[in-house]
């Protein structure tokens, strides 16, 4: 079983549409856990941190169930720059366990 | 550029040939990450690394592959006698350390491309 299992998508949504997609995880004492974004296969880039009470960060929603362990993501209002691959990532001590991401499509 | 820094951004060596990786961390952070992504595939631990100390290789392949973050100058990943399934994205990550720290958030360098003909 993979550490970090995602649905690959593509998600293809219109401008302005509500999206939303979740990975699961599979150590169940991992400490930390993220949302990166990696456009085109450059470096991946923090989006945000995901809290055990659940954040937000302007349009951009994350979930955390540690007991059925799995993180979500929404975005709100989308646009065409959100367009990307969504990396899950669960941290234990130190070392990073990374889905292999979720593409989302945002058409005009 | 105060971020992450990697060189060469593109590598193409033969099969047989040495590949050397170069990082510079951020400043400020004294800890460093190697990751490997493959096509299709998510980035995968290779290891992790502090001045002068591997504190953990378990993704490294066993053999070929070594790193090291030496007390002056960058983080190396050296892979000797490369083979075409070395080919891929190798990113670096730093963080700036983990005493007191639950949320271990790292950050990238744009990553060495290397292509193995």
């Known amino acids: 079983r993979k550490e970090v299992e995602q649905d690959p998508g593509p998600f293809n949504v219109p401008e302005g549409a509500t999206v939303a997609f979740n990975c699961t995880y599979s150590n169940s004492a991992s400490q930390s856990f993220f949302w990166y974004r990696q456009d085109c296969r450059k470096e991946p880039k923090l989006l945000m941190s995901?809290?055990?009470s659940g954040n937000e960060d302007g349009r951009f929603t994350a979930q955390l169930n540690r007991a059925s362990q799995y993180i979500s993501l929404l975005i709100r209002d989308s646009k065409l720059s959100d367009s990307a691959t969504y990396l899950c990532v669960v941290n234990y001590d130190y070392k990073l366990s990374f889905g292999a991401g979720t593409t989302v499509t945002v058409r005009a | 550029n105060a971020g992450v820094m990697q060189n060469p951004r593109h590598l193409v060596r033969r099969r047989g040939q040495e590949a050397r990786l170069r990082c510079s961390p951020m400043?400020?952070?004294?800890?460093v990450y190697w990751y490997r992504q493959l096509p299709e595939e998510g980035l995968k631990f290779m290891v992790y690394l502090q001045k002068e100390n591997i504190i953990d290789e378990s993704g490294m392949p066993k053999e070929r592959f070594s790193a090291e973050f030496p007390k002056e100058g960058p983080s190396i990943l050296r892979i000797q006698q490369v083979v075409r399934g070395d080919s891929a994205a190798y990113f670096c990550?730093?963080?700036?350390?983990?005493?007191?720290?639950?949320?271990?958030?790292?950050?990238f360098g744009p990553g060495t491309r290397l292509t193995v003909l």
């Open positions: 990550a730093s963080s700036p350390g983990l005493a007191g720290r639950v949320y271990n958030e790292q950050f």
């Open positions: 400043k400020g952070h004294s800890h």
């Open positions: 995901v809290y055990s």
